[in-house]
């Protein structure tokens, strides 16, 4: 694909749901980064994947927060028990390598809120 | 902690006028540093970044330095357009380790009045 792709665009679930975000990085990219943008403040780097493993999860918040990634393309966040607090943005993006220096490349993200 | 702290957090400023945006960190091993610009309802955009052994780079109204000695790097937007509104956020990595994470600030929204 041209570009790194995110669905839903935006979710809105009840609270103690649980929710599934899905991340389509761009093509060849081994790297893959979720992070999370709450209103008005920057983004928070939750968890990094380089092929299908996750050498860096230290980002998650909690253990109701947990990644995959398959075939070295596609991710899913999935966040159990949803509180409100877990209201946010959800940004994928990835990179060619994963090198420091190198381009990480943004979806338009996943707009969660917990009601 | 947040590694890089980015200010202010917003700023209007006249068409035509400059926008400046500064970041300042701690982690003496950081040598390159991204801006990204964020659209609303957009993911964020590399806008422009300094590569190691380079103090300043411009691109077009872009213009971005880096003063390693005081751990602080600014963004300058000249002639600043109603089309440069947007959210900025710096961003501060090693590119000589695996240190594949971004340490990103906390966002500047420019307010470019026509």
């Known amino acids: 694909g041209a570009g790194v792709s995110q669905s839903p665009s935006n979710k809105v679930t009840e609270k103690g749901k649980d929710v599934e975000l899905r991340c389509d990085p761009i093509s060849g990219h081994t790297a893959l980064y979720w992070y999370r943008q709450s209103l008005g403040q920057g983004l928070e780097f939750l968890i990094y994947?380089?092929?299908?493993?996750?050498?860096?999860k230290s980002g998650l918040p909690s253990d109701r927060f947990s990644a995959e990634r398959t075939g070295g393309s596609v991710s899913t966040l999935t966040i159990q028990r949803t509180q409100q607090e877990d209201s946010a943005v959800y940004l994928c993006?990835?990179?060619?390598?994963?090198?420091?220096?190198?381009?990480?490349?943004f979806g338009p993200g996943t707009r969660l809120t917990v009601l | 902690q947040q590694q890089v702290k980015q200010s202010p957090q917003s700023l209007i400023v006249q068409k035509g006028g400059i926008s400046i945006i500064n970041c300042a960190y701690e982690n003496t091993a950081f040598d390159y540093f991204p801006w990204y610009q964020q659209f609303p309802g957009k993911g964020p955009a590399l806008l422009i970044a300094?590569?190691?052994?380079?103090s300043e780079k411009k691109e077009g109204r872009f213009t971005i330095s880096v003063n390693k000695s005081a751990k602080q790097f600014s963004l300058h937007i000249m002639d600043s357009q109603p089309g440069d509104s947007a959210t900025y956020f710096c961003a501060a990595t090693s590119p000589y380790s695996n240190d594949y994470k971004l340490s990103f600030g906390a966002g500047t929204t420019v307010t470019v009045r026509a």
């Open positions: 300094i590569r190691p052994d380079v």
């Open positions: 994947f380089q092929g299908n493993s996750a050498p860096d």
């Open positions: 993006a990835s990179s060619s390598s994963g090198l420091g220096g190198d381009t990480q490349y």
